[in-house]
């Protein structure tokens, strides 16, 4: 039992609180302790505790921690004391802080077709503030969609959010379906996520009578419907050409985003980082990404024409010696990847690898890709990395080299929150 208090003159020392105070031992504070603010020196000198009164306690008691520099942590055997005024303060500021934060997270519910299905729960797992949420999908008899939205009263008043693929003409119809019902449902904000913009990406406008097929898309995502929080915004990673941004309509929001800081976060983790040189195949990829990698050696190939045939040659940059990353937005055939390859080979890069934000890739032309074999840049790829945009892909070439895969989800969670 601690013994009873009582007050001392401010000039004396007991040896009951001298001997407390010479005790200091590291210790986590168990259930029976109390906190004090640290004393000044002169109140060490005089043995007391001050909080505008001065008063010294003369109890039975060991000070078991002075590790944190604000308070000290004291043990008594029957009772404890209450903390005085700042610490409840410092306390109070601190839940109020964690308060606020919780308040300003915005709540996102989900809903993903089901080729994003893996893509939308890591987007869920970055973030607390992110509810998946699932469509029924099903076809009637004569092949058309037959879709329902469970708990559609749920989502009332919520921000919301749909994670499309377009990966084929025959997925966009039913897509569009959900992706223009939803901001219908009375929520207060409709975001499309949209990783890869998929058409317009071999088209030329060059003769009369030639379709843009990706101004229509871009019109048509222009008119879904407005959300109680007004126009719906779509977000899109390195749309392929840059003129689409502007197909878009003023009643929807283009959000453009981009795979290279993923692709900068990886070259930091290799083991020769510094020995890294960018390649762009042609003009327009130096066009679109040489700013986000200035800090990089650079080294630009160009197609000329020999004859009947366009080849690939360096135009400026020098890739001796170097592990030299091709650089570009997409891949279908891969052809013009892998010439771009063979001539950086053959001018003296010691590895070669390569980047593109959308692993296309039809009719598995993704096989062409060889690895290099532990350093031989004439015969394959240090590594390949593609982002998760085109998610067919990444089921297809998942844990096979050169390949890697680095998920956008943290930049679409983070994307969500805006």
Same mark, same amino acid.
């Given at each position: 039992?601690?013994?009873?208090?009582?007050?001392?003159?401010?000039s004396r020392t007991t040896p009951a609180c001298s001997h407390a105070l010479k005790s200091l031992k590291p210790s986590s504070p168990p259930a029976s302790s109390f906190s004090l603010p640290l004393p000044s020196k002169s109140s060490l000198s005089n043995g007391f505790f001050s909080n505008q009164k001065r008063l010294v306690v003369q109890v039975r008691s060991e000070i078991k921690s002075f590790e944190n520099s604000q308070n000290w942590t004291i043990e008594t055997d029957s009772f404890r004391f209450v903390p005085n005024s700042s610490s409840h303060s410092s306390s109070s500021l601190s839940m109020a802080a964690s308060t606020s934060a919780a308040k300003t997270s915005k709540k996102v519910c989900l809903f993903y077709c089901a080729e994003t299905k893996a893509l939308a729960e890591r987007v869920a797992s970055e973030s607390d503030s992110i509810e998946l949420r699932s469509i029924t999908w099903r076809k009637f008899d004569d092949g058309f969609p037959n879709i329902f939205i469970p708990n559609a009263h &749920?989502? *009332?008043?919520?921000?919301?959010? #749909? %994670?499309? /693929?377009?990966?084929?003409p025959g997925v966009i119809f039913e897509q569009l379906s959900v992706i223009y019902a939803l901001p219908k449902l009375f929520i207060s904000s409709f975001t499309l996520v949209l990783p890869f913009f998929p058409t &317009?990406? @071999?088209?030329?406008?060059?003769?009369? &009578?030639?379709?843009?097929?990706? #101004?229509?898309?871009? *019109?048509?995502?222009?008119?879904? !419907?407005? /959300?109680?929080?007004?126009?719906? @915004?779509?977000?899109t990673f390195d749309i392929h050409a840059l003129q689409e941004r502007f197909y878009f309509g003023d009643n929807i929001l283009p959000c453009f985003e981009s795979g290279i800081p993923l692709l900068k976060n990886r070259l930091q983790e290799l083991p020769d980082s510094h020995n890294i040189s960018i390649a762009f195949p042609d003009d327009g990829a130096w066009k679109r990404f040489h700013k986000q990698l200035q800090h990089f050696p650079t080294i630009v190939c160009a197609k000329v024409r020999e004859g009947d045939q366009r =080849?690939? *040659?360096?135009?400026?940059?020098?890739? /001796?010696? *170097?592990?030299?990353v091709i650089v570009d937005d997409l891949v279908q055939s891969g052809g013009t990847l892998i010439e771009c390859q063979k001539v950086l080979a053959a001018h003296g890069a010691a590895k070669i690898s390569a980047y593109v934000?959308?692993?296309? #890739?039809?009719?598995?032309?993704?096989?062409?890709?060889?690895?290099?074999?532990?350093?031989?840049?004439?015969?394959? %790829?240090?590594?390949?990395? =593609?982002?998760? @945009?085109? !998610?067919?892909?990444?089921?297809?070439?998942? #844990?096979?080299?050169?390949?890697?895969?680095?998920?956008?989800? &943290?930049? =679409?969670?983070?994307?969500?929150?805006?």
């Open positions: 039992m601690a013994a009873a208090t009582r007050p001392l003159p401010t &749920g989502i *009332r008043g919520q921000h919301v959010a #749909f %994670l499309a /693929s377009f990966s084929s &317009g990406t @071999s088209e030329r406008m060059e003769d009369e &009578g030639d379709v843009a097929t990706a #101004f229509t898309l871009a *019109r048509t995502l222009s008119n879904i !419907p407005i /959300s109680r929080g007004g126009p719906t @915004s779509i977000v =080849i690939v *040659r360096i135009k400026e940059g020098d890739p /001796s010696g *170097r592990h030299v934000t959308h692993g296309i #890739f039809p009719n598995r032309s993704w096989e062409r890709f060889e690895h290099d074999n532990q350093g031989h840049p004439e015969n394959g %790829l240090t590594y390949f990395w =593609i982002t998760d @945009s085109c !998610p067919l892909t990444v089921q297809q070439v998942m #844990f096979k080299a050169p390949f890697e895969v680095l998920s956008l989800a &943290g930049s =679409i969670a983070a994307t969500l929150q805006i």
